[in-house]
């Protein structure tokens, strides 16, 4: 059944007592009760449904009631004036693309109940300068921030897991970010031209870098590949043009192709084995081989020295 009150339409569920707040024309501040009443009975408002307010072009603000466990995919969607929002403490879970296209919206925090931020959750929030994740969230999905060129900052709680492909890409003005020991699993492309980022501590729970994770970083300085890191994946540094110091430890025992390519600033590499990585194609283009000094363990030169792909670099040192 299908109701409209206190200018919110809900979806009531008898049975449960429960309601939802369902798709509806809206605008101004939204403000979600924690239960609304109908005929005698009293029903709680526990979520809010799918493309509730999608597209409502005139909402400013929104205020989320204290019931609220789950809001479902673009709920609120394109909504171009919506500047705050605030909510309760026990939403769990929310669905894909939830904020998406928010063009004015500049701070959020999320309540510490909420289990992981969803696929495209922020994407396209071009305002959005803060978010202060809950203390539970355990992922960070795809292309959660895409496109948030304003946000500067960012901290992933401790207990966190994973970050998906594409999640901060084209995050320009993103400067920091903090990243738990708790983190085991970043996939393609998750910090893809965030070109303000200067530096990142990556934690030892990795064990790989994949593709891409960092191409398009153009202010990339240095990066300390942790102990641990076995493998690290195509195009890793690619165009990262202000990149001039990388270390690699011992535990990485492969490098896929152009992990290099277009880092002109390039001067120094850090081997930590005696053993090279395995390498099947060229790590950097022909011409920045020859900018690039080496450094290798006491002993290991000659084991470089007849490596493939390790051949072709001219100036090699001893640490």
Not at 97 to 113: I, M, Q, T, W, Y
Not at 125 to 153: H, W
Not at 179 to 208: H, Y
Request: proline fraction near 4%.
């Amino acid at each position: 059944m299908t109701i409209s009150t206190g200018g919110l339409v809900f979806e009531l569920s008898a049975g449960d007592n429960v309601a939802a707040v369902v798709r509806g024309n809206y605008s101004g501040k939204i403000s979600i009760p924690d239960s609304i009443e109908y005929k005698g009975t009293q029903y709680l408002v526990t979520a809010i449904g799918a493309n509730a307010f999608e597209g409502c072009k005139e909402i400013m603000e929104v205020s989320i009631g204290n019931e609220v466990r789950a809001i479902g995919a673009n709920a609120f969607r394109g909504c171009e004036t919506l500047e705050n929002i605030c909510f309760g403490q026990k939403v769990l879970l929310v669905g894909n693309a939830l904020f998406s296209g928010c063009v004015k919206l500049k701070s959020v925090e999320l309540p510490n109940n909420l289990l992981s931020l969803s696929e495209s959750m922020f994407e396209g929030c071009i305002a959005l300068e803060k978010v202060s994740l809950g203390d539970s969230v355990d992922s960070i999905g795809e292309y959660a921030f895409c496109g948030c060129t304003s946000l500067r900052k960012i901290a992933i709680p401790q207990g966190a897991k994973c970050i998906e492909r594409w999640a901060f890409r084209g995050c320009t003005a993103l400067g920091e970010v903090l990243l738990p020991d708790t983190i085991t699993d970043i996939k393609s492309g998750a910090f893809w031209e965030c070109s303000s980022l200067v530096s990142i501590t990556l934690p030892s729970t990795l064990n790989m870098l994949p593709q891409g994770l960092f191409a398009k970083c153009s202010s990339l300085k240095e990066m300390t590949i942790p102990q641990g890191v076995n493998t690290v994946g195509y195009g890793l540094f690619y165009d990262c043009t202000s990149l001039e110091k990388v270390s690699f430890p011992a535990s990485v025992v492969g490098l896929e192709n152009e992990i290099f390519r277009n880092c002109t600033a390039l001067k120094n590499i850090y081997m930590y084995g005696e053993v090279p990585p395995t390498c099947m194609a060229d790590v950097t283009s022909p011409d920045i081989y020859s900018q690039i000094t080496l450094h290798v363990p006491d002993g290991s030169v000659g084991n470089y020295g007849f490596a493939r792909i390790w051949e072709k670099f001219a100036n090699v040192e001893e640490m």
